[in-house]
């Protein structure tokens, strides 16, 4: 699964970054898992909520994930998209790896 990140440049022009999913490295995975509350995850407001909460711990796995991404490119990042890549990454966990982080396993 191909993610996208689309920011703004500093000029204003609009850049996309691309990843793949299986090109995500399994540690990038499994801390997304473990800051997210998958339990929670069971719609966009709720998920929006947990990666704002947690912006200061996810912003280095977005930039893992978007080499080359800077943290002004960042800000300029719609949450809509940011939320769509999580739930990408959440999927791809899920349902290609068969990871899942839950409470209580």
Avoid: H, W
Avoid at 63 to 70: E, R, S
Avoid at 72 to 88: D, Y
């Amino acid at each position: 699964m191909e993610l996208k990140l689309r920011v703004n440049d500093s000029d204003g022009n609009e850049k996309t970054y691309t990843a793949e999913t299986l090109d995500c490295q399994f540690g990038v995975v499994e801390d997304i898992l473990n800051v997210l509350d998958v339990d929670n995850m069971d719609n966009k407001a709720s998920l929006a909520a947990m990666i704002i909460r947690s912006s200061k711990q996810l912003k280095p796995f977005l930039k893992d994930l978007f080499a080359g991404v800077t943290d002004e490119e960042l800000r300029t990042a719609k949450m809509s998209n940011i939320v769509e890549i999580f739930k990408g990454i959440y999927n791809y966990a899920v349902n290609e790896l068969g990871t899942l982080n839950k409470k209580g396993n």
